[in-house]
C-alpha cells in the first residue's frame, strides 16, 4: 500500500513539473533576436547592438566607438572598428517578475586574463508594478583584461542606466 502510495505521489509530481516546464517553453521562438541602445554619457562608445541567438544560445555586443576627435583641420577622421563580444552557451532564466534574464559569461581570467559578462533583461511581460517608468529591455555589459604594456588591470562596465534603447 505505501508503495502504491509512493508511486502515485511521485506521478502526481512529474506530471505537474512536466506542465510547468511546458508552459515555460515557448519563451522565445527559435530565431535571432536583437535590439540598439545609444549610449549617452561614455566617451568612448556610442551606440550598442545586443544579438540573441535563441537556438545556438549565443549572445553576442557589438560595440560602436565614437569617432575622434579632431583639433586641427588636417587631421584623418577614420572610423574605428566595431567591437564584438560572443559568449556561447547563454542561460535563459526568470526573475521573480517573470522578467526573462539571458545572461553569458566568458571567464578566462586564468588562461588569458579577460572576463566578459552580458545580461539583458527583458521586461516586456512584466509581472510587477513598478512606481517609477523602467526600461523594457536592460543590458550590462562587463569586461576586464590585463594590459601587459601598462601592466594595469582594465575594466570597462556599460550600464542601462547610461543608455537610451533606439527604437
Same mark, same amino acid.
Given at each position: ?8 505521489? &511521485? ?117 510587477? &508594478? ?38
Amino acid at each position: 500500500m505505501k508503495i502504491a502510495f509512493l508511486c502515485l505521489v &511521485f506521478s502526481f509530481v512529474s506530471v505537474s513539473v512536466h506542465a510547468n516546464s511546458e508552459e515555460l517553453a515557448p519563451i522565445y521562438e527559435p530565431g535571432t533576436y536583437s535590439t540598439s541602445f545609444q549610449i549617452l554619457d561614455s566617451s568612448i562608445y556610442s551606440q550598442a547592438e545586443v544579438v540573441f541567438e535563441s537556438v545556438e544560445k549565443t549572445i553576442a555586443v557589438n560595440l560602436k566607438r565614437q569617432m575622434p576627435s579632431c583639433d586641427s583641420d588636417f587631421c584623418a577622421q577614420v572610423m574605428p572598428a566595431i567591437e564584438s563580444y560572443t559568449i556561447n552557451n547563454a542561460i535563459l532564466s526568470f526573475d521573480e517578475c517573470e522578467n526573462i534574464i539571458i545572461e553569458g559569461i566568458d571567464d578566462r581570467m586564468d588562461l588569458d586574463g579577460t572576463y566578459t559578462a552580458i545580461t539583458v533583461t527583458d521586461r516586456s511581460e512584466t509581472a510587477c &508594478f513598478y512606481f517609477a517608468p523602467v526600461d523594457t529591455t536592460t543590458l550590462i555589459f562587463k569586461r576586464t583584461f590585463f594590459d601587459p604594456l601598462d601592466q594595469v588591470r582594465v575594466d570597462t562596465k556599460l550600464e542601462t542606466g547610461t543608455m537610451q534603447a533606439l527604437r
